[in-house]
């Protein structure tokens, strides 16, 4: 079955209220001014909390300026204390190469003046036992470190030629000429070579000297007989038998 129900007529408010009231609220607003926030600047001291706050930000952030400063010291000292001891090192390995130069020096210096001692006295024996037939030494020099002059070789001439004509002089000048080649402690090799041609020459002229001597005998002994063989032939002496002796008859 279906019941309709009678229509409930239900009032309306032709009144615009909310209306009104909106309209009222907006002018009482436009009479009231807003009020503005202060634009100055305020210095605010920080409250007691704040304050303990900052301060370990501040003591943190000056331990950290502190350390900061402490680092760029510190390297500031590391590179000058590079600095110096690479400067230490130059200075250091220039003095040993100096001190290796000056070493080497003293050590040539040394050698030299050893060598000029040793051809001195060599050259002097040679000229020294040579005697005549020995001349003035004469050096070849080095100049040393110090600016100074060194012999590190020398020579003395001698003469090795015979004499003409007569072996015995010979013999005796190649005598002298071999002790002046020997003369010094170490021979050289020129120096045996000079000593073994002295002795070469004193043998020739000795071998000349031994055919003079033969030939003096011969010419004695044929100068005898010559004058026995005259003396015979004149009737002044009797002959004889070899190896008696010859009577002059007056």
């Known amino acids: 079955m279906v019941i309709n129900p009678a229509p409930v007529a239900l009032p309306v408010n ?3 209220l909310p209306t009104e009231a909106v309209q009222k609220e907006a002018r009482l607003a436009e009479r009231v001014p807003e009020a503005k926030a202060p634009t100055e600047n305020v210095k605010l001291k920080p ?6 706050q900052v301060r370990p930000n501040d003591n943190r952030n000056n331990d950290v300026s502190a350390e900061r400063q402490v680092q760029e010291k510190g390297s500031d000292g590391n590179n000058e204390g590079n600095s110096g001891n690479r400067e230490g090192r130059e200075e250091s390995s220039e003095r ?4 290796e130069v000056e070493q080497r020096e003293q050590q040539e210096l040394t050698k030299l003046k050893q060598t000029d001692r040793e051809v001195r006295a060599h050259e002097a024996a040679h000229a020294s036992v040579g005697g005549q037939y020995a001349g003035a030494p004469s050096y070849t020099f080095q100049r040393g470190p110090d600016g100074r002059r060194y012999a590190v070789g020398g020579e003395v001439p001698i003469d090795t030629s015979r004499v003409s ?4 002089a010979t013999i005796e000048k190649m005598q002298q000429v071999r002790r002046a080649a020997l003369a010094p402690a170490d021979p050289s090799s020129t120096d045996l070579r000079v000593a073994a041609q002295a002795t070469a020459v004193e043998a020739d002229a000795r071998a000349d000297l031994l055919k003079e001597q033969q030939a003096k005998a011969e010419t004695r002994s044929s100068s005898k007989e010559r004058f026995e063989g005259r003396l015979r032939n004149l009737g002044v002496v009797d002959s004889t038998e070899r190896g008696d002796n010859l009577s002059v008859v007056a």
């Open 14 to 16: 032709t009144a615009n």
């Open 47 to 52: 409250s007691a909390e704040d304050a303990q």
């Open 96 to 99: 040993r190469q100096r001190e």
């Open 165 to 168: 004509g007569d072996p015995a």
